[in-house]
């Protein structure tokens, strides 16, 4: 089973506590707070990630779905969506890959929210993601990478209300056209999204020499 992979027993938390709130501090800004807010409630750049249970195995799969903690960890690691291990793969749907170049060309960076795999679980990725299944995959080379942006809801001080999820670009990140810069104090974060550049394409996993030079520092959650 993919480590990434969230369970039916894992959900937002219920206990009011978990519910992010705004407070107006200093300078009279709004900040996304979690009443009880502890240290692993963000990551380093100050951005605060939806709370989640953690119960791996218990329940139901949902392969549609991916656990917020669990696919940080393995974006930031660089490391296998199923097994944890060094990764050196990308593989993403053949579909998404097409429309990628018919609305960007060739030269913009991909983005990817699909962490990458190892060469012992390109084929267990192969049969087990429907989005792979479906419409056929290939193998991405891209000579640099970087986790460049997130993915979550940003709440609106002025109706109090949040957002559709978008994407937010991180600090000092490669510039990637995810969007415009919002204020981070406001963001809900659901998941980490990789830019992939200068990008060849294999159908061959044999042909990818690995994962490309890395942009930003490997870092824990």
Known sequence: MPYITAWSSEDVLADPEATPVLRTGPGRTPTLVYPDEQSQDRDRHGILWRRVTWAPG??????????????????????????????????????????????????????????????????????????????????????????????????????????????????????????????LRLVMAESLVSGLFEVTVHHDADAVAGLGQRLDAPARP
């Open 58 to 183: 218990e329940g139901q799969p949902h392969f549609a779905r991916v656990h917020p903690t669990r696919h940080r960890r393995v974006m930031l690691r660089g490391a296998c969506q199923i097994c944890t291990a060094p990764a050196s793969l990308w593989m993403t749907a053949a579909p998404a890959w097409q429309a990628h170049l018919e609305r960007l060309g060739p030269d913009a960076p991909y983005l990817t929210m699909d962490p990458p795999v190892c060469r012992s679980c390109a084929a267990t990725a192969a049969a087990q993601c429907p989005n792979l299944r479906a419409g056929g995959f290939v193998f991405l080379a891209p000579r640099r990478w970087a986790n460049v942006a997130v993915r979550g809801q940003v709440a609106e001080p002025s109706t109090d209300s949040f957002s559709e999820p978008r994407l937010v670009p991180l600090p000092g990140a490669v510039t990637t056209g995810a969007g415009a810069s919002v204020d």
